[in-house]
């Protein structure tokens, strides 16, 4: 179970740092990621990163601005978002799964998803 927290209102400019917890199971040998789905819109990919090795992926749109981070010892997830636009806002979801080296880049290879969380960036 994936459960994700943080989210708010905020404007453009600021920071957000978003949460995402595991629980009922071990995140060990997963890769676990960050999406987002503004509306009408399908799931965009932010970031991902390896649970055991910690490598990470970043998308090209988020590059200098979202950090993807973990703590192993929690078995939580992070996203941190500095200089937030008000084109961020999305609802913002931590995904994960099991089997693929790499991370895959399209939702649909996401097994476990979480809650989902509202980010809402005014200008």
């Known amino acids: 179970q994936l459960q994700a927290s943080g989210g708010g209102l905020v404007q453009a400019g600021d920071s957000l740092r978003l949460s995402c917890a595991a629980s009922g199971r071990t995140i060990s040998n997963s890769v676990v990621a960050w999406f987002r789905q503004a509306p009408g819109k399908e799931h965009e990919l932010l970031a991902a990163?390896?649970?055991?090795?910690?490598?990470?992926y970043r998308a090209d749109s988020v590059k200098g601005r979202f950090t993807i981070s973990r703590d192993n010892g929690k078995n939580t997830l992070y996203l941190q978002m500095n200089s937030l636009k008000p084109e961020d806002t999305a609802v913002y979801y931590c995904?994960?799964?099991?089997?693929?080296?790499?991370?895959?880049?399209?939702?649909?290879?996401?097994?476990?998803w979480g809650q989902g969380t509202q980010v809402t960036v005014s200008s």
């Open positions: 990163i390896s649970w055991d090795d910690g490598s990470t």
């Open positions: 995904a994960a799964t099991r089997g693929y080296i790499g991370a895959p880049r399209t939702a649909k290879f996401y097994t476990y």
